[in-house]
């Protein structure tokens, strides 16, 4: 019996009747681990990318190269920093106007010959602009009054005497430059003339009569200029503009305040419209003037209509045809 079983002593016999093993311990581990993990992508062969063709993408056609990128200029570099004088714009921009009329002057000083260039290449000054550097003028003759003193007194005159004369001087050169033939516009030199007249105006009658010697030589300037402006106004328009736009009633406006020094100007008027008489009132026609009331009543007349544009009305009446 004993040699037909036959027996192994190296395994129990619980295990010879069922021979299947149980799996490793390690086995079960990883199997559980990979099961719980993500699948990674895989990566698509080398040879599947390269046959890709570019254009299958379609972001590619939407995209823009991007533009070439332009040279920059770099300034050289100094090794070191050397000075130098400003160039003559630059210079320029930093001096005052003060400066500048000094630097001129003294150009012109040094080479007279450069007067008339500098003359030509500047600008005519204009009405407003000359108005306000003599408004300058006359701030600081304002400006120039001592304060507790009589306005009019001796020892305020001396005291502004200085800015006085530069006001004057500065009307004296600055009057020719607007009476004609230099200004072609009448109305331009009556504007200037009716300012300029008011600054004198308001200049103080000093308690010492030789302290207004000065004054009295302006308004006999002045009476000059308005005479001469007047006539040629009257030359243009037959005085038409100076009676439409009211320039009779300003001329006799300066002549009251002035003390009748503007006779030049009301002589001028009377002669072309025939409407003053003596003394800078209004007088009947033709009186003083050598033409008959006649004619002075029918030039007065067609003055009126030309005014009123009813000139010529009626005179061409309708004949038998």
């Not at 290449?121 to 602009?129: A, H, I």
Request: glycine letters at 10%.
């Amino acid at each position: 019996m004993n040699s037909v079983i036959p027996t192994h002593t190296l395994f129990a016999p619980h295990l010879l009747e069922n021979p299947r093993h149980s799996p490793p311990r390690n086995d079960f581990y990883s199997t559980s681990t990979m099961s719980g993990r993500k699948r990674k992508a895989s990566t698509p062969p080398a040879d599947d990318r390269m046959s890709t063709s570019p254009t299958a993408s379609p972001s590619v056609p939407n995209r823009t190269l991007p533009p070439p990128l332009q040279p920059r200029f770099k300034r050289t570099r100094t090794t070191t920093a050397t000075g130098r004088p400003l160039d003559l714009p630059r210079l320029l921009e930093t001096l005052s106007p003060a400066d500048l009329r000094s630097v001129i002057t003294q150009l012109c000083t040094s080479h007279p010959s450069l007067t008339g260039v500098v003359t030509s290449l500047t600008p005519r000054p204009t009405l407003e602009s000359t108005l306000s550097v003599l408004h300058k003028y006359e701030e600081t003759f304002k400006s120039s009054f001592p304060f507790g003193n009589r306005p009019t007194s001796d020892y305020t005159y001396n005291r502004v005497k200085s800015a006085l004369h530069s006001l004057l001087e500065a009307l004296k050169d600055f009057t020719p430059s607007f009476l004609p033939p230099q200004e072609h516009q009448p109305t331009v030199s009556l504007s200037y003339l009716d300012a300029v007249t008011d600054i004198v105006h308001r200049l103080p009658n000093w308690d010492t009569p030789s302290h207004n010697r000065s004054k009295e030589e302006a308004y006999e300037e002045l009476g000059s200029a308005w005479a001469a402006v007047v006539k040629e106004a009257m030359k243009r328009s037959g005085g038409i503009q100076l009676g439409f736009v009211g320039w009779e009633d300003r001329v006799r406006r300066h002549h009251e305040l002035s003390g009748g020094r503007l006779q030049g100007a009301v002589e001028e008027l009377r002669k072309g419209l025939g409407v003053w008489g003596g003394g800078g009132g209004a007088a009947p026609m033709g009186s003083g003037m050598g033409i008959g009331s006649a004619g002075m009543e029918e030039r007065e007349r067609v003055r009126r209509e030309l005014l009123s544009g009813n000139y010529g009305a009626g005179m061409v009446g309708g004949g038998q045809w």
